[in-house]
């Protein structure tokens, strides 16, 4: 089956310092591959995406490369503010079955915290 | 378009009783779906529509649950005898099969707590 595995928060940063979320995913067939992120009292918003190896996508300072090889897409930024803090997804979708649905499958999120 | 609305923000019941929540999806989408969401987790997928036809409906989706998108716009979700483990974060999204953009977009959700 498809799943999403990354690391467990929270992330705890002082404004500036450089951010690293580590992602890894398993998945039947070719995934596409996002990062969502949910600001407090909001909804989920797509931040950035990749749709085939060794695609970068990046978005608000925010970049992800997808790995392949590895079945990584891990986040990167390098200097964090205070409006950074939110929790971050990793998803993947695919197209499945007859229907050809893409729902998202989301890892547990992770939680990121910066301080002045 | 202001985006994917959900109706209410959070509703409180009681064990045993009936809910109902609604979305309105991004006017031109035409793919709807619902996800759940616990604390500290993130979402799950429940079930699809693509138009009025459901096509998808994951196992987490009981017999309890049933949704609907009637005309292939908005959509309800509602819940039959709830039970407390259904508190969760209840996300609708849409997208389009149309055009470049084919993203998923989430409204805020509803925040059911059974009591």
């Known amino acids: 089956g498809n799943s999403v595995t990354q690391m467990e928060g929270p992330v705890t940063l002082s404004e500036e310092a450089f951010l690293t979320i580590n992602c890894t995913y398993t998945a039947t067939g070719y995934p596409s591959l996002f990062w969502y992120v949910q600001y407090p009292g909001e909804g989920l918003q797509l931040l950035l995406k990749?749709?085939?190896?060794?695609d970068k996508g990046s978005n608000k300072g925010f970049e992800a490369t997808y790995r392949k090889e590895t079945t990584s897409f891990h986040l990167e930024k390098g200097s964090v503010q205070v409006s950074d803090s939110a929790v971050y997804f990793c998803a993947l979708s695919v197209a499945l079955g007859d229907t050809g649905r893409r729902a998202l499958t989301f890892g547990s999120g992770t939680r990121l915290q910066v301080q002045p | 378009d202001t985006g994917v609305s959900q109706n209410p923000r959070h509703k409180i019941t009681k064990r045993g009783q009936n809910v109902t929540f609604r979305c309105d999806p991004i006017s031109e989408h035409n793919r709807l779906y619902w996800y759940r969401q616990t604390l500290g987790q993130g979402p799950e997928f429940l079930t699809y529509f693509q138009n009025e036809a459901q096509l998808e409906k994951s196992r987490l989706l009981s017999d309890r649950f049933s949704a609907e998108r009637p005309k292939g716009s908005f959509s309800t979700l509602e819940i039959q005898r709830t039970e407390q483990g259904d508190s969760a974060m209840y996300l609708c999204a849409s997208s389009s099969t149309r055009g470049k953009n084919t993203e998923a977009f989430f409204g805020q959700g509803t925040r059911l707590t059974v009591v």
């Open positions: 990749a749709t085939k190896a060794d």
